[in-house]
C-alpha cells in the first residue's frame, strides 16, 4: 500500500472508531437512565395502557445492547427514529433547521476568518509595537465575551437604539432573500466576533513561526516588504496550522450557533434540541445531537486530508 | 508586559474569590426575595447597579452569582484533572495499545462539547447544578489528558528518566517521583485556561435555561431574565455580562502568565 493510502485508510479508521464510540456515549446517557423511560417521558399520572404501548413502541422490553444496535442500524439505513411528541421523522425535523445553523455556521466562520486573518498578521508582524499589543489585548478581551452577551449587546444597540436590523426571527432565503441577508447578519456577526478573537493567537503564532523560517529572511532580503513577503510566502505555511483550528474550532462554533439562536429566536438545530429536551423527546435529542457530533468528526477528517492536499511532504511520508 | 498579564489575572481572580467569600456572610441586600415595588430602579443609592425584574439588587445578586460561577469551575476542573492527567501520564509511560486506547477514548469525549453533553445530560437526568459541573468536567477530560501525555512524552525522553528506569525503579515510582513534578506546571496552566471555559460553558447552560435553576441567581439566569428587558431597560444586560467578562479574563489572564512565567521561550511561539 502506497504512504498516501495508508494515511488515508488510517484517518477513516480513526474517524469510524471515534463516531461508535460517541454513539454508545449519546446512548447510554440517554437511555441508560433509571428507572422507567416510559414513566419519566408521559409523567406520573400517565395510564398503564399508554405506558405498555409506549414501552414496545421504544422497544424498552428488549434489553440494552440490542435497543442500541436498533438505533444504530436505523440511522446507517438513514433512519433517525420518530419524534415522540410530533409524529414526524427525526430527519425530516431536522432538514430545514439544518438549513439555519449550517448558514450561520457557515457565515460566522468566514468572518472570523476575516477577522483573525489581518489581525494576527499585524500581531506577528508588530509583535513588538504597540499595535501587536493591542491586538492581543483586544484578542483577550474578545474571548472572555460571552457569544450570548455579545449578541444581546449587539441587539440592543443596532436593533433597538439604531433600527438598522431586525433583533430576532428567520424568514428562508427562497422566500425573501433581501429578509433572510437582514435577518442573519447580527447572529453570524456575533458569533465571528467571538470566534475571530479566539482566532487570533492562532494565527499570530503561525505566522511568528513564518518569520523564523530561512525562506522568509531571504524574502526579505532580496528586498520585499515585511506584509508581502509574509502573504506570498507564508501564507500557505500558516494554512496548515490554520485548517487545523479551523477543524478544532468546529465544535466550539456549533456551540456557539446554538446558544445564537436562543439569542435571536432562529428556528435552527439548537432550538429544535432545546425544545426537544424540555419535551423530554429522546429520539429526538438522541438523534440531533448524534447527527451535530457526526458533523464536526466528518469536517475533521476532511481536515486531515486537506493535510494532503497543502503539505506535499505528508503524501511522501517524510516526516515534517 | 508579561509581568502586567500576571498581575492583572491575579487580581480579577482575587476580585471574584473575594466577591464570593464576602457574599457568603453579607450582601447589601436579599439575593433572593422578591420585592413587587421596586421593579426596575436605575443605578443609584442605596441600589447601586439598580434593580431587576423582580426587584431584587443587582449588586448582591452579582455576589451570589460569583459564588455558583467559582463552585462549578472548581468542581469541574478538579473532575477534568483527576481523571485526565493519570490518564495522560498513562498514556505517555506506557505507550503502545495503551496509549492508542486512552487516546482513541479521549477523542470521542472530545467529539462531544460539553455544552452538548450538558444537553444530553439534562434530557435524560433534568437540568441541575450538578449535571452542568458533570458535563463540563467530563467534556474537558481530553484537554488534560492530551497536556499529561506531552509532559510525559517529553520527561520520559529525559537522562534523568533513563538513569531512574536503569536503576530499576517501578513505572509507579517514576510517575510519581519524576514524571508529576514535572508535569504539573502544564497542569497548572491548563486549569487556569480550563476555568475560564467551565464558567463560559455554565453561564452559557445557565443562559439555555439548563444550569441551575431559579431562584439560586447565577449571571447566566441574570442575563436570561434581563434580555426581556433589552428594549425598555438595556443597563439590565450589562452588569452581569461584564461579571463574567472579568472572571474569564482574568482566568485567562492567569493561565497565560503562568505560562510565560514557567517557560519564557513560549512567549514567542505561542
Not at chain 2, 177 to 188: K, T
Amino acid at each position: 500500500m502506497s504512504v498516501l493510502a495508508r494515511q488515508v485508510a488510517r484517518r477513516l479508521g480513526i474517524f469510524a472508531v471515534t463516531l461508535l464510540g460517541a454513539s454508545v456515549l449519546i446512548f447510554a446517557i440517554t437511555s441508560a437512565l433509571p428507572g422507567d423511560l416510559a414513566q419519566v417521558m408521559l409523567g406520573l399520572d400517565a395510564s398503564p395502557e399508554a405506558l405498555a404501548a409506549l414501552r414496545a413502541e421504544l422497544g424498552l422490553d428488549r434489553p440494552l445492547p440490542l435497543r442500541y444496535l436498533a438505533w444504530v442500524g436505523g440511522m446507517l439505513g438513514g433512519d433517525f427514529g420518530i419524534s415522540r411528541l410530533s409524529g414526524y421523522p427525526v430527519l425530516q425535523l431536522m432538514a430545514p433547521r439544518f438549513a439555519v445553523t449550517g448558514w450561520l455556521v457557515l457565515f460566522g466562520m468566514i468572518g472570523a476568518l476575516l477577522i483573525a486573518v489581518p489581525a494576527g498578521m499585524v500581531a506577528a508582524l508588530k509583535r513588538r509595537h504597540w499595535q501587536g499589543f493591542a491586538v492581543n489585548a483586544l484578542a483577550q478581551v474578545g474571548m472572555a465575551i460571552p457569544v450570548f452577551w455579545g449578541g444581546i449587546l449587539l441587539v440592543s444597540l443596532v436593533a433597538v437604539r439604531l433600527r438598522w436590523l431586525p433583533a430576532n426571527g428567520y424568514v428562508p432565503l427562497s422566500q425573501d432573500p433581501a429578509g433572510w441577508a437582514s435577518h442573519l447578519v447580527l447572529p453570524a456577526l456575533t458569533l465571528s466576533l467571538v470566534q475571530g478573537a479566539v482566532l487570533i493567537r492562532y494565527v499570530r503564532s503561525a505566522f511568528v513561526e513564518v518569520l523564523d523560517e530561512d525562506y522568509y529572511r531571504t524574502a526579505r532580503a532580496i528586498g520585499w516588504r515585511p506584509a508581502p513577503a509574509l502573504l506570498r510566502h507564508g501564507l500557505r505555511n500558516a494554512a496548515m496550522s490554520l485548517v487545523t483550528v479551523l477543524g478544532l474550532q468546529l465544535s466550539a462554533v456549533l456551540v456557539g450557533a446554538i446558544v445564537v439562536e436562543q439569542v435571536f429566536a432562529l428556528p435552527g438545530l439548537g432550538t429544535l434540541l432545546l425544545t426537544a429536551v424540555q419535551q423530554r423527546d429522546l429520539l429526538l435529542v438522541q438523534g440531533t445531537v448524534m447527527f451535530l457530533v457526526l458533523a464536526v468528526l466528518a469536517v475533521n477528517a476532511l481536515v486531515d486530508f486537506s493535510y494532503l492536499a497543502i503539505d506535499p511532504r505528508q503524501r511522501t511520508g517524510e516526516s515534517r | 508586559m508579561k509581568r502586567l498579564q500576571l498581575w492583572l489575572g491575579i487580581a480579577l481572580v482575587a476580585g471574584v474569590v473575594l466577591t464570593a467569600a464576602v457574599s457568603l456572610v453579607w450582601t447589601p441586600f436579599d439575593p433572593i426575595r422578591v420585592v413587587p415595588g421596586q421593579r426596575l430602579l436605575p443605578p443609584g443609592w442605596p441600589h447601586l447597579l439598580g434593580t431587576d425584574g423582580f426587584g431584587i439588587d443587582i449588586v448582591s445578586r452579582l455576589m451570589v452569582g460569583a459564588r455558583l460561577c467559582l463552585l462549578v469551575g472548581v468542581i469541574s476542573v478538579s473532575l477534568a484533572a483527576a481523571v485526565g492527567v493519570p490518564l495522560g501520564i498513562l498514556a505517555g509511560q506506557a505507550g503502545g495499545w495503551v496509549d492508542e486506547v486512552v487516546m482513541r477514548l479521549s477523542d470521542v469525549v472530545y467529539a462531544i462539547p460539553a455544552v452538548l453533553l450538558a444537553i444530553l445530560l439534562a434530557a435524560g437526568f433534568g437540568a441541575s447544578t450538578v449535571t452542568a459541573m458533570v458535563a463540563i468536567g467530563v467534556a474537558t477530560i481530553p484537554a488534560f489528558a492530551r497536556v499529561a501525555r506531552a509532559g510525559t512524552l517529553q520527561v520520559m525522553a529525559s537522562d534523568f528518566v533513563l538513569a531512574a528506569r536503569s536503576s530499576g525503579t517501578s513505572p509507579l515510582a517514576t510517575a510519581g517521583r519524576h514524571v508529576l513534578p514535572n508535569v504539573a506546571p502544564l497542569v497548572g496552566v491548563q486549569a487556569s485556561v480550563t476555568f475560564a471555559l467551565a464558567i463560559l460553558a455554565e453561564a452559557a447552560l445557565s443562559y439555555l435555561g439548563l444550569g441551575t435553576p431559579p431562584p439560586t441567581p447565577t449571571w447566566g439566569t441574570m442575563l436570561r431574565d434581563a434580555q426581556s428587558y433589552v428594549y425598555t431597560d438595556p443597563l439590565q444586560a450589562l452588569w452581569p455580562g461584564l461579571a463574567i467578562a472579568l472572571a474569564v479574563l482574568g482566568f485567562n489572564l492567569l493561565g497565560d502568565g503562568l505560562r510565560d512565567h514557567l517557560d519564557p521561550r513560549l512567549r514567542e511561539v505561542s
